[in-house]
T-cell receptor
Framework: ETGVTQSPTHLIKTRGQQVTLRCSSQ?????VSWYQQALGQGPQFIFQ???????GRGNFPPRFSGLQFPNYSSELNVNALELDDSALYLC??????????????FGPGTRLTVT | AQKVTQAQTEISVVEKEDVTLDCVYE???????LFWYKQPPSGELVFLIR??????QNEISGRYSWNFQKSTSSFNFTITASQVVDSAVYFC??????????????FGTGTRLQVTL
């Protein structure tokens, strides 16, 4: 196991609602990234947080937002949920500033279903 | 723009067979990183290997080996003497430091490996 935890494991929401997903990074890691994985697809990069600031974003609309806390844990918020938001949301942590900066360790994911 | 192609959608083998998973990438950068991840049915992505663009040396780790060839932009993964526990979806991924986002991984669509007895 990587030491990256995510909650909740599963979630069912209705279109138009808002959702918050949580991630605790591996001990000692300072960077958190979020990915969306639709069924049968590879993960797609949403954004990355470093030192509590967004540091890079993929092709996702502003209704996808996030936070990183001083303890490096993170939240992903999605507003105005759409049916296409149904996916596995993966959180990954890494230690930026070292030779292993590019090695990311993933959590088990949160399965979001929007009905 | 960066792109990763895994042309094999699904592969089925019998236990103890060798199997190679193909990965072809596209990038304009001279410095980049390539990865392989395993995703078992539980959903968690398991890190297998990282290779930087300046290191073309092939690597072996137990039954796993990786063949990196810059001339063909390929980073193939071979499992020797496959086992049922190897059954999973395998993803190849690319990271480009020049994007300014160290941990942005571009993934391929994955190859589902099914190993049967």
């Amino acid at each position: 196991e990587t030491g990256v935890t995510q909650s909740p494991t599963h979630l069912i929401k209705t279109r138009g609602q808002q959702v918050t997903l949580r991630c605790s990074s591996q001990s000692g890691h300072n960077t958190v990234s979020w990915y969306q994985q639709a069924l049968g697809q590879g993960p797609q990069f949403i954004f990355q947080y470093y030192r509590e600031e967004e540091n890079g974003r993929g092709n996702f609309p502003p209704r996808f937002s996030g936070l990183q806390f001083p303890n490096y844990s993170s939240e992903l918020n999605v507003n105005a949920l759409e049916l296409d938001d149904s996916a596995l949301y993966l959180c990954a942590s890494s230690l930026w500033g070292t030779s292993s900066s590019y090695e990311q360790y993933f959590g088990p994911g949160t399965r979001l279903t929007v009905t | 723009a960066q792109k990763v192609t895994q042309a094999q959608t699904e592969i089925s083998v019998v236990e103890k067979e060798d199997v190679t998973l193909d990965c072809v990438y596209e990038t304009r950068d001279t410095t980049y990183y390539l990865f392989w991840y395993k995703q078992p049915p539980s959903g968690e992505l398991v890190f297998l290997i990282r290779r930087n663009s300046f290191d073309e040396q092939n690597e072996i780790s137990g039954r796993y080996s990786w063949n990196f060839q810059k001339s063909t932009s390929s980073f193939n993964f071979t499992i020797t003497a496959s086992q049922v526990v190897d059954s999973a979806v395998y993803f190849c991924a690319l990271s480009e430091p020049s994007t300014g986002t160290a941990s942005k991984l571009t993934f391929g669509t994955g190859t589902r490996l099914q190993v049967t007895l």
